[in-house]
């Protein structure tokens, strides 16, 4: 698979509304207190960092990321079904790292949810550590090494 990653355009925000909704859907099925992971797309558009991977501009993944000095907040993170499994999740974690050391930022955190086990062993694989878990979420962070930001 070719894809590319590009920042998101407003005209994006309906596919990838039905991208997030797609990549989310097995865990929707199975979670009953997952949060609306679509809602305030537009607003993120407004306020965050969204980048989306694309090949031929058919939308694969999406990533948000949103300044929270001195960190960079992974908002949301997905990856459309038939791409899951092929790397695209760990491209887009890199890109979130790659930003933060662009911004100057020390350290990336994000807050998932506590039955997504696969995305836990996911982070934690990629070099994210668990910080705290209140009911069903889990916080977790990865710190960058001062030589790989500024």
Known sequence: MDW?????RSDDLPALTTLIEDAYQSAKAVISSLPD??????ESF???????????????GVLILSQQPPNLRV????VSSITQGHGLG???????????????????????????AR????????GWKLVERKGQAVSMAKSLSPSETA
């Open 4 to 8: 590319t990653l590009r920042p998101a």
């Open 37 to 42: 992971v679509t809602a305030g797309i537009e």
């Open 46 to 60: 407004q306020n965050e960092e969204i980048w989306v991977a694309v090949d031929d501009e058919v939308k694969l």
């Open 75 to 78: 908002v949301n993170i997905a």
């Open 90 to 116: 760990g491209a887009l974690l890199e890109q979130a790292e790659k930003r933060a050391r662009e911004l100057g930022l020390n350290e990336l955190v994000l807050t998932t949810h506590a039955q997504m």
């Open 119 to 126: 995305n836990i062993v996911l982070y934690m694989h990629l």
